[in-house]
């Protein structure tokens, strides 16, 4: 069974800070891995997808990397801004668009 | 364009009571699915569709839930009874086709039952 799991919890940064965002999974057969970013009384905003076969994405202020073999993730957020306030969901995608996310990472960037 | 539209967005009712949600997907969107979140976790599939019908419904509690799409556009979820652990936020998203399409969120139903 796939297990996701993501490091850490929460975070709070100063505005400015660049930070890493981690998401570890337990079986390396995925189709591909998202991040997606949720605020409070809403849905899921996808932020990035990374396919089986790509190693990164970029989108903005955004860098997801994918090393498969080793069942791990991770979300980069350059001059982190409060904006960015927000909790970030990792998803694999284990087949047939079947999405198993880990627990989130709750951040507050502070001004 | 419009995205994911679901309703209520929030609902109290009391154990024992039925409750029902609606989910309308974007349009030309073939896949559907609905979600449960519980406080703290990440989503957790309960159901998906193509078009019509329900390809994916082996974590959906079917002694109580039940979930329809009919005409492959709109979706109901149900829940009769409803119990306390129900309490939680459905999530209904769509997607293009299935595969491996990017799902589109929508805003939630958040359940509380008394």
């Known amino acids: 069974k796939q297990e996701v799991t993501q490091i850490p919890a929460a975070l709070s940064v100063p505005e400015g800070e660049n930070l890493v965002l981690n998401c570890s999974f337990t079986d390396s057969a995925i189709y591909n891995l998202q991040w997606f970013r949720q605020d409070p009384g809403k849905g899921l905003t996808s932020l990035l997808l990374?396919?089986?076969?790509?190693r990164e994405q970029t989108s903005g202020r955004l860098n997801a990397s994918l090393d498969k073999s080793s069942g791990r993730s991770t979300l980069y957020i350059a001059a982190s801004q409060p904006g960015d306030s927000a909790t970030y969901l990792c998803?694999?995608?284990?087949?047939?668009?079947?999405?198993?996310f880990g627990t989130g990472t709750r951040l507050l960037v502070s001004p | 364009e419009a995205g994911v539209v679901q309703s209520p967005r929030y609902k109290i009712i009391e154990k024992k009571q039925p409750v029902a949600f609606w989910c309308n997907p974007i349009s030309g969107h073939n896949t559907l699915y609905w979600y449960l979140q519980n406080l703290g976790q990440g989503p957790e599939l309960l159901i998906r569709y193509e078009n019509e019908e329900a390809v994916d419904d082996s974590q959906l509690p079917k002694d109580r839930f039940s979930a329809e799409r009919l005409k492959g556009v709109d979706s109901t979820l149900k829940i009769q009874p409803a119990e306390l652990g129900d309490s939680a936020v459905y999530l209904c998203?769509?997607?293009?086709?299935?595969?491996?399409?990017?799902?589109?969120f929508g805003p939630g139903t958040r359940l509380t039952v008394l």
């Open positions: 990374i396919q089986s076969s790509q």
């Open positions: 998803a694999v995608n284990t087949g047939f668009q079947k999405l198993v």
């Open positions: 998203a769509s997607s293009l086709e299935g595969g491996a399409d990017t799902q589109y």
